[in-house]
């Protein structure tokens, strides 16, 4: 009976890294976000979000501009980590940088809108030249993901093209 309950501590302690290196809920949801996106043309940035805030994980879910269309360059930071000095964007968020060169009224008006269906969780959005950026702690469901996926690809395709034109260098003669 002792040499039963040896092998059995034994196997226990053989299995038990395994059951430790499993993943919890949280990373196996964050996975399968990530290869969403992935696999449906966007690119994961772990880089430094640009907030002041060092014990805030977030994750940037970036969306490259289509073609030679450029984006025009803005970050707007959700009213729960931006300061009260920024000027307000919306009721739930404010311009970190203002757009430069501006936006049109329709294409702001998109952007509010997208802006306030965006995650709680989401608090930045960073545009550049390239590519938008929508910085979140990824505490969302796939199925509902998904589903907000596109408007994610909408709001880039809308963006696309706000941004200066790339002048085309003329030859002298």
């Known amino acids: 009976m002792a040499l039963l309950g040896f092998l059995l501590v034994a196997v226990l302690l053989v ?17 399968q976000l990530r ?6 043309g966007g690119e994961l940035n772990f ?4 907030m002041a805030m060092p014990n805030v994980a977030l994750t940037g ?13 803005f970050t707007l930071v ?7 000095a920024l000027e307000a964007a919306t009721d739930q ?4 940088q203002a757009p430069l060169p501006s936006l049109d009224a329709g294409r702001l008006e998109a952007l509010e809108q997208w802006l306030d269906r965006l995650p709680a969780d989401a608090l930045i959005v960073e545009s ?7 910085w979140w702690q990824e505490a969302m469901s796939l199925e509902r993901f998904q589903q907000d996926w596109a408007s994610w690809l909408a709001m880039r395709d809308i963006l696309a ?3 200066r034109r790339a002048e085309v260098p003329v030859r002298p003669l």
């Open 15 to 31: 299995l038990s890294p395994m059951v430790w290196l499993r993943p919890g809920r949280g990373e196996t949801i964050r996975g």
């Open 35 to 40: 290869r969403h996106v992935k696999a449906n």
């Open 47 to 50: 880089t430094k979000a640009p």
């Open 61 to 73: 879910y970036r969306l490259r501009y289509p073609g030679t269309e450029s984006g025009s360059d």
């Open 78 to 84: 959700r009213n729960d980590v931006g300061s009260d």
């Open 93 to 96: 968020w404010r311009w970190r």
């Open 128 to 134: 550049g030249k390239h590519t938008i950026c929508i």
């Open 161 to 163: 093209g706000s941004g």
